[in-house]
Nanobody, 125 residues
Framework: QVQLAESGGGSVQAGRSLRLSCAASGDTTRRYCMAWFRQAPGKEREGVATISPRGATIDYADSVKGRFTISRDNDQNTLYLQMNTLTPEDTAMYYC??????????????????WGQGTQVTVSS
């Protein structure tokens, strides 16, 4: 069973960048779909980006396309989210998530079984 731990959150001004990391332990992530989700106060959790086990397939929410980049390093068992041109609307708790790849693929709408504790991102105008 994999354990996930996010880092890299913080408070930044609009237009700046942040890079989130998610370190996995307890299992290799080579067979896992990995994803980033976020949840703002008073809002439902939103899928941000997902990446297939070898990184061949990537999907983004429309709200972050062109600004965020998801990537993974399977040798280091680490997932990343590069966030550029941040806006106050990106303020949320960001969660790393994983699921063992199966016939349903790695989309943002499939259920993820493993979750980190989250890292807070706050963007001020």
């Amino acid at each position: 069973q994999v354990q996930l731990a996010e880092s890299g959150g913080g408070s930044v001004q609009a237009g700046r960048s942040l890079r989130l990391s998610c370190a996995a332990s307890g299992d290799t992530t080579r067979r896992y779909c990995m994803a980033w989700f976020r949840q703002a106060p008073g809002k439902e959790r939103e899928g941000v980006a997902t990446i297939s086990p070898r990184g061949a397939t990537i999907d983004y929410a429309d709200s972050v396309k062109g600004r965020f980049t998801i990537s993974r390093d399977n040798d280091q068992n680490t997932l990343y989210l590069q966030m550029n041109t941040l806006t106050p609307e990106d303020t949320a708790m960001y969660y790393c998530a994983g699921r063992i790849y199966d016939w349903r693929g790695c989309g943002l709408s499939v259920p993820y079984n493993y979750w980190g504790q989250g890292t807070q991102v706050t963007v001020s105008s």
